[in-house]
């Protein structure tokens, strides 16, 4: 044992080079390991953050056109078209239009002079600094349509069937409807009447009572509106690019716009028009006169959603608006993944 111990002499300068070399080509191995996994997981954290965020944003635009306009069973095949009073004093002009069956309004390339709520949200300019666009829709989209508990005398309170309520800072107007008509009013007061809820429309109106009596199978629904665009959130990401969000507004004095989802860089809208009263798709333009909003029938949407972070190696091309194929280049330096998202969505109370 005495013996073996004294042939121990350690390691020569050879074998530490041959050891170090190894070590350092396991451990390049291992960084390159690592660094392909941290590729493939800002990858994929990247497309599934920008796939929720545009499936989001387009379902929030998307189910509130469903609703825009409408009225019970009004019908937009009538013919002669129902009639729609607003007996509202010193209505807000959306009203008006909504009584001639302007359902939809917006901003056709915006770049960032029109501002939406008590903060002053500026529509983004957009990532080639050509503009975005706005689009308010007029609906029931806050609250659900309330069947009267009876027919509805022109004189007096409405009797609704369950609760409702409302308070003053919603602007409370509302829209009264049968097959044959509509009264758009401002609902004074509301309280409750047994398991039942009396709107009051005595104030606020050009006259106390409404314009005639309705049958017993009206609706009576909350007329508001949603305008949703997008704007720079002030916040930035890790390489110090703006991040953008689409923002909703509900035209309430006094509110502040609401961010809904970020990485939304993009919007444009495209309005299916029947210029010839036919009920059928003749033209699609995206900016309309004053006299064509009237006859939109169907609105295509396009969103351009990024990941917010960055997510790829280099500069990821894409596509944005399915009818050009020319692939689009971010900015140097810009490694966040885009996608575009649309869908057209059939205005079906539209008149």
């Not at 189910?63 to 009538?78: N, R, T, V």
């Not at 409404?210 to 002030?234: K, N, P």
């Not at 502040?256 to 809208?269: A, T």
């Amino acid at each position: 044992m005495r013996r073996l111990l004294k042939r121990q002499a350690g390691l020569t300068l050879v074998e530490l080079l041959v050891a170090t070399t190894l070590s350092l080509i396991l451990m390049a191995g291992v960084l390159l390991v690592f660094s392909a996994n941290k590729s493939t997981y800002q990858m994929q954290n990247g497309l599934g953050t920008l796939q929720e965020n545009g499936r989001y944003a387009l379902r929030q635009i998307t189910s509130d056109l469903q609703l825009a306009g409408y009225g019970g069973c009004l019908s937009p095949h009538l013919q002669p078209k129902p009639r729609v009073i607003n007996l509202v004093d010193n209505p807000p002009a959306y009203l008006d239009e909504f009584a001639d069956g302007v359902f939809v309004a917006g901003e056709d390339n915006d770049t960032g002079d029109t501002q939406y709520g008590d903060d002053a949200r500026a529509m983004y300019e957009g990532p080639d600094g050509a503009g975005t666009d706005s689009i308010e829709i007029r609906g029931p989209l806050r609250s659900n349509a309330h069947y009267v508990a009876g027919s509805v005398p022109a004189s007096g309170d409405i009797e609704v069937k369950g609760s409702l309520e409302i308070t003053e800072a919603e602007e409370p107007y509302f829209l009264v409807s049968d097959c044959a008509g509509a009264d758009i009013f401002y609902a004074s007061d509301v309280s409750a009447a047994g398991d039942n809820t009396a709107v009051e429309h005595t104030n606020g109106n050009t006259q106390t009572d409404l314009s005639r009596s309705f049958s017993a199978d009206a609706v009576v629904t909350e007329i508001t509106r949603h305008t949703y665009f997008v704007a720079d959130t002030g916040r930035r990401n890790a390489l110090s690019q703006p991040i953008t969000a689409l923002y909703r507004f509900d035209g309430i004095a006094g509110h502040d716009s609401v961010e809904l989802v970020d990485g939304i860089e993009d919007l444009q809208v495209d309005y299916a028009l029947d210029s010839n009263g036919d009920g059928r798709i003749d033209i699609f333009k995206d900016d309309l006169g004053a006299a064509e909003w009237s006859e939109v029938l169907a609105i295509r949407v396009r969103l351009l959603v990024n990941s917010v972070e960055p997510a790829s190696a280099v500069p990821a091309p894409y596509t944005y608006f399915p009818a050009s194929s020319v692939q689009l280049a971010p900015p140097d330096g810009d490694r966040r993944l885009r996608q575009e998202f649309s869908s057209l969505v059939y205005v079906r109370n539209a008149m």
